[in-house]
T-cell receptor, first 110, second 113 residues
């Protein structure tokens, strides 16, 4: 079966760093995505990892370890607008639908 | 590039009626589109995979006679919620594989009263 786990909720303060973890067990692996989603809106692409290692893009970084079935999204210099749901999604077989985790709701306070 | 237009963004319908949601790929051809449903505070759950010119593939537990999917052209897929009930109220969103990556429509908030 397919299983993608991530924490349900996290809280942090402005200016801090937060790491959101994601573990996955899927039949096949062709990449992992991180999306940000605000309530009632479509997901917004943040990052894509297909090879092991760290991908950095501004305040956001994403890490992948295929052997461990593990990824994390690192958000630096948190801002209030970063309060949102963060979704980890995996491509199992190439060309198939993204399989989403349940999402992590991040609340950033001042 | 790789834009998917989804319409309508919001719809309220009476119980027992049908609602059609459209997704169009504007600048690319989408031979495959995916339909998701998202309940409040939950993640996106795949409902079905829509293939141009053939029958859709539904996920387990999704009623194909209730959620009719038509993908008659390379740029248009439609989802019709038939005989809608209040429990069908949800956020429906489509996705397609664009030139470089997955692209999402803007979503449709369906409320059945």
């Amino acid at each position: 079966g397919q299983n993608i786990d991530q924490p349900t909720e996290m809280t942090a303060t402005e200016g801090a760093i937060v790491q959101i973890n994601c573990t996955y067990q899927t039949s096949g692996f062709n990449g992992l995505f991180w999306y940000q989603q605000h309530a009632g809106e479509a997901p917004t692409f943040l990052s894509y990892n297909v090879l092991d290692g760290l991908e950095e893009k501004g305040r956001f970084s994403s890490f992948l370890s295929r052997s461990k079935g593990y990824s994390y999204l690192l958000l630096k210099e948190l801002q209030m607008k970063d309060s949102a749901s963060y979704l980890c999604a995996v491509i199992g077989q190439a060309g198939t639908a993204l399989i989403f985790g349940k999402g992590t709701t991040l609340s950033v306070s001042s | 590039g790789a834009v998917v237009s989804q319409h309508p963004s919001r719809v309220i319908c009476k119980s027992g009626t049908s609602v059609k949601i459209e997704c169009r790929s504007l600048d690319f051809q989408a031979t495959t589109m995916f339909w998701y449903r998202q309940f409040p505070k939950q993640s996106l759950m795949l409902m079905a995979t829509s293939n141009e010119g053939s029958k859709a593939t539904y996920e387990q537990g999704v009623e194909k006679d209730k959620f009719l999917i038509n993908h008659a052209s390379l740029t248009l897929s439609t989802l019709t919620v038939t005989s809608a009930h209040p429990e069908d109220s949800s956020f429906y969103i489509c996705s397609a594989i664009g030139v470089e990556s997955y692209t999402f429509g803007s979503g449709t908030r369906l409320t059945v009263v």
